[in-house]
């Protein structure tokens, strides 16, 4: 494999410079590298509702260019994450499903919009501060597991264009979190202990209810059990998602044990929430219906006769034993050598083979196991998503 350093030697970089602890040593060894490392930090979400970090980011990333010795550019795609993420987002959680939008974000504003924009600035190559590696094997730009299981985030990458690729470094793909702490402390990087980022892809970590709220009008219908019975009431199908637990409202009924009732379906055209008690066999799925694949090198060989592949249906999952086969309208059968739990529509089914991120697709059914209903529900179509 390429020496990190022979890829960006004496090359001008771009940095996604968020203001966190990751693009910050991603930045520093690039400069230790010998780049000619320039940042670029960006404001995507301009809503001041006293959850947005956008203001507290850009002074990060200015106090850590600073402590490198680096050019820090600022760039503003609020127009276009709402364009081409949020709504999506938000027309998937309309429809009663569960939508992932650091994949979108991934592709449409960090490799797409961001990547467009670095090259203004003379840019060669695109870098990161993701916990994965580019690597070049067979001659194609090919995504691999990063290194930190834990962390690795080649699962969001999945659907980042080959071409891409190509023009992208990842300087932590190599490193787990720990010791990418370790550097920024010793190097005295002002965000060595900041806490990473989480909830919402730039949008920050904030009431989840009350978010949507603003943007979707609550639609309240019955929770169902399994046998039909009506136990209560939901706030909104879009609230809730497949394997959940916490917060509906019906324990300590006196026609029920007191074992706990989970979210097993959504019933969309009835507005129905179905739920089940103590067992979660109605949540196990034996096999998944994908559409709108993604292969970053091409479909895998052998996928017309069915390709023996690994899978995740979410972040950090162990990586599953699946066959994968085309199916109608352009889509794909993946069918699982143990069942899974929770298979949910709106998130995204990513394949494997070793430590190679293949690609991957948006989950569109689940097949349960028999006697069980699936879980159904059409994917809309995103309001002005770019390929």
């Given at each position: 494999?390429?020496?990190?350093?022979?890829?960006?030697?004496?090359?001008?970089?771009?940095?996604?410079?968020?203001?966190?602890?990751?693009?910050?040593?991603?930045?520093?060894?690039?400069?230790?590298?010998?780049?000619?490392?320039?940042?670029?930090?960006?404001?995507?979400?301009?809503?001041?509702?006293?959850?947005?970090?956008?203001?507290?980011?850009?002074?990060?990333?200015?106090?850590?260019?600073?402590?490198?010795?680096?050019?820090?550019?600022?760039?503003?795609?609020?127009?276009?994450?709402?364009?081409?993420?949020?709504?999506?987002?938000?027309?998937?959680?309309?429809?009663?499903?569960?939508?992932?939008?650091?994949?979108?974000?991934?592709?449409?504003?960090?490799?797409?919009?961001?990547?467009?924009?670095?090259?203004?600035?003379?840019?060669?190559?695109?870098?990161?501060?993701?916990?994965?590696?580019?690597?070049?094997?067979?001659?194609?730009?090919?995504?691999?597991?990063?290194?930190?299981?834990?962390?690795?985030?080649?699962?969001?990458?999945?659907?980042?264009?080959?071409?891409?690729?190509?023009?992208?470094?990842?300087?932590?793909?190599?490193?787990?979190?720990?010791?990418?702490?370790?550097?920024?402390?010793?190097?005295?990087?002002?965000?060595?202990?900041?806490?990473?980022?989480?909830?919402?892809?730039?949008?920050?970590?904030?009431?989840?209810?009350?978010?949507?709220?603003?943007?979707?009008?609550?639609?309240?219908?019955?929770?169902?059990?399994?046998?039909?019975?009506?136990?209560?009431?939901?706030?909104?199908?879009?609230?809730?998602?497949?394997?959940?637990?916490?917060?509906?409202?019906?324990?300590?009924?006196?026609?029920?044990?007191?074992?706990?009732?989970?979210?097993?379906?959504?019933?969309?055209?009835?507005?129905?929430?179905?739920?089940?008690?103590?067992?979660?066999?109605?949540?196990?799925?034996?096999?998944?219906?994908?559409?709108?694949?993604?292969?970053?090198?091409?479909?895998?060989?052998?996928?017309?006769?069915?390709?023996?592949?690994?899978?995740?249906?979410?972040?950090?999952?162990?990586?599953?034993?699946?066959?994968?086969?085309?199916?109608?309208?352009?889509?794909?059968?993946?069918?699982?050598?143990?069942?899974?739990?929770?298979?949910?529509?709106?998130?995204?089914?990513?394949?494997?083979?070793?430590?190679?991120?293949?690609?991957?697709?948006?989950?569109?059914?689940?097949?349960?196991?028999?006697?069980?209903a699936g879980t159904t529900g059409k994917r809309p179509e995103p309001a002005t998503a770019a390929g």
């Open positions: 494999m390429t020496n990190f350093a022979d890829k960006v030697a004496g090359r001008r970089v771009v940095l996604g410079m968020s203001g966190g602890v990751d693009s910050a040593v991603a930045g520093l060894l690039l400069k230790r590298a010998g780049a000619d490392v320039h940042a670029l930090h960006m404001t995507n979400w301009e809503d001041d509702d006293g959850y947005c970090t956008a203001a507290e980011d850009l002074q990060d990333a200015r106090q850590v260019c600073e402590r490198l010795g680096i050019p820090l550019h600022h760039v503003n795609f609020a127009r276009e994450y709402r364009d081409r993420v949020f709504e999506y987002f938000l027309a998937e959680y309309r429809a009663g499903r569960t939508p992932n939008p650091d994949v979108l974000c991934n592709r449409e504003i960090k490799f797409g919009s961001f990547r467009e924009y670095a090259k203004r600035l003379g840019g060669e190559l695109l870098a990161t501060g993701h916990y994965a590696r580019r690597e070049t094997l067979g001659g194609e730009p090919t995504l691999l597991k990063g290194i930190d299981p834990g962390k690795d985030q080649s699962y969001f990458l999945h659907a980042v264009s080959a071409e891409a690729l190509a023009e992208t470094v990842f300087p932590l793909g190599d490193l787990t979190k720990d010791q990418v702490r370790r550097i920024a402390r010793d190097s005295g990087i002002p965000v060595h202990g900041k806490k990473d980022s989480t909830g919402i892809c730039f949008i920050g970590e904030r009431p989840f209810r009350e978010f949507l709220e603003t943007y979707l009008p609550a639609n309240p219908g019955p929770i169902r059990a399994a046998d039909g019975r009506t136990l209560g009431e939901h706030a909104g199908l879009m609230y809730y998602t497949l394997g959940q637990r916490q917060g509906l409202g019906i324990g300590g009924r006196r026609d029920a044990d007191d074992a706990p009732w989970y979210v097993v379906d959504k019933d969309v055209a009835a507005n129905a929430l179905i739920v089940d008690q103590g067992s979660t066999a109605r949540l196990m799925s034996t096999a998944l219906e994908a559409g709108s694949p993604s292969w970053i090198n091409g479909p895998p060989a052998g996928l017309g006769r069915g390709a023996d592949l690994t899978a995740k249906v979410r972040y950090r999952q162990a990586d599953q034993p699946c066959r994968v086969t085309p199916a109608g309208d352009g889509g794909i059968h993946v069918t699982f050598a143990t069942p899974q739990r929770a298979v949910t529509p709106g998130q995204f089914v990513v394949f494997y083979t070793g430590e190679r991120c293949l690609g991957g697709a948006v989950i569109e059914r689940a097949i349960r196991l028999p006697a069980t």
